[in-house]
T-cell receptor
Framework: ETGVTQSPTHLIKTRGQQVTLRCSSQSGHNTVSWYQQALGQGPQFIFQYYREEENGRGNFPPRFSGLQFPNYSSELNVNALELDDSALYLC?????????????FGPGTRLTVL | AQSVTQLGSHVSVSEGALVLLRCNYSSSVPPYLFWYVQYPNQGLQLLLKYTTGATLVKGINGFEAEFKKSETSFHLTKPSAHMSDAAEYFCAVSETTSGTYKYIFGTGTRLKVLA
């Protein structure tokens, strides 16, 4: 069984640019959540996708957007990059949106904004 | 909203000594609680979780945690630290709000193991 994978592993962008991060969920999982982990902080919830629809959002501006595809893989898009967007972005998949279903995390994509 | 507090952003122990990492949570409903470990430049690895049932939970690599409802705590322990335990540890509580299921993480504790 393949776990959660993310690409790319590292990315360097400049302020104002746009970026797309990708996540493949674990087999059989229809729910994907994205988290941002700034340096020295715990991960913070960005949003969640369930069966191709956004299913809740954290305190992040609209320039953070996402997609989920029919195979349940997902993308995180960030427009108009700011220096503070530099962080590790973690994707997590779960069997459903139920609380008792564990979220399985990918290795993350480290984004650096210069 | 639920929250997680991890006391001590940095903890140092000697190799072979007891590891104790503290986590307190606030929750209005019975919580699901997790401990994750993160090694440098890596993602999160689940150490253990509490959902229901036995309050003493055993995890991987010799770690365990005890859910104490009266103290709203879920401290992580290991009897004897190993050099390979040096990493950052995160406590998390799961929350469901308006059908959205997410984790709320603490700010983490960096564990240093001294030879």
């Amino acid at each position: 069984e393949t776990g959660v994978t993310q690409s790319p592993t590292h990315l360097i962008k400049t302020r104002g640019q746009q970026v797309t991060l990708r996540c493949s969920s674990q087999s059989g999982h229809n729910t994907v959540s994205w988290y941002q982990q700034a340096l020295g902080q715990g991960p913070q919830f960005i949003f969640q996708y369930y069966r191709e629809e956004e299913n809740g959002r954290g305190n992040f501006p609209p320039r953070f957007s996402g997609l989920q595809f029919p195979n349940y893989s997902s993308e995180l898009n960030v427009n108009a990059l700011e220096l503070d967007d530099s962080a590790l972005y973690l994707c997590a998949s779960s069997l459903t949106t139920n609380t008792y279903n564990e979220q399985f995390f990918g290795p993350g994509t480290r984004l650096t904004v210069l | 909203a639920q929250s997680v507090t991890q006391l001590g952003s940095h903890v140092s122990v000697s190799e072979g000594a007891l590891v104790l990492l503290r986590c307190n949570y606030s929750s209005s409903v019975p919580p699901y609680l997790f401990w994750y470990v993160q090694y440098p430049n890596q993602g999160l690895q689940l150490l253990l979780k509490y959902t229901t049932g036995a309050t003493l939970v055993k995890g991987i690599n010799g770690f365990e945690a005890e859910f104490k409802k009266s103290e709203t705590s879920f401290h992580l322990t290991k009897p004897s630290a190993h050099m390979s335990d040096a990493a950052e540890y995160f406590c998390a509580v799961s929350e469901t709000t308006s059908g959205t299921y997410k984790y709320i993480f603490g700010t983490g504790t960096r564990l240093k193991v001294l030879a």
